[in-house]
């Protein structure tokens, strides 16, 4: 599984507008068309292992890509769950989000 880019500046762009937060930061959307006519900042692609390399380096050409990294893997040992494993090495289970998602606004 790969990115992209980093996720949720677009999100917290609006949110910021929409809340009047303030930030010590700029937060700026990360919406750019990627492939037309599809306006999308950032995606997740899922890609068979062995292209994973590849598809970041062709990604790494753009600009606005320049941030793609590989960022996990299927395991076909534990279907329908999602693992997560910390910079500390720790793994835990990433539960569903609770709450109301914030609505798709694009």
């Not at 303030?22 to 292992?49: H, K, Q, T, W, Y």
Request: net charge neutral.
């Amino acid at each position: 599984m790969l990115v992209s880019g980093d996720l949720g500046r677009h999100t917290m762009a609006i949110m910021a507008v929409r809340e009047n937060l303030s930030f010590d930061a700029i937060i700026e959307s990360d919406c750019a068309p990627l492939v037309e006519p599809v306006n999308e900042g950032r995606f997740v692609a899922f890609v068979p292992p062995a292209g994973a390399e590849r598809a970041v380096d062709h990604l790494r050409r753009d600009p606005r890509c320049a941030g793609a990294r590989i960022v996990g893997s299927i395991n076909a040992s534990r279907p329908g769950l999602v693992t997560m494993k910390s910079l500390f090495g720790a793994t835990g289970i990433v539960d569903l989000l609770s709450g109301e998602q914030l609505p798709r606004i694009c």
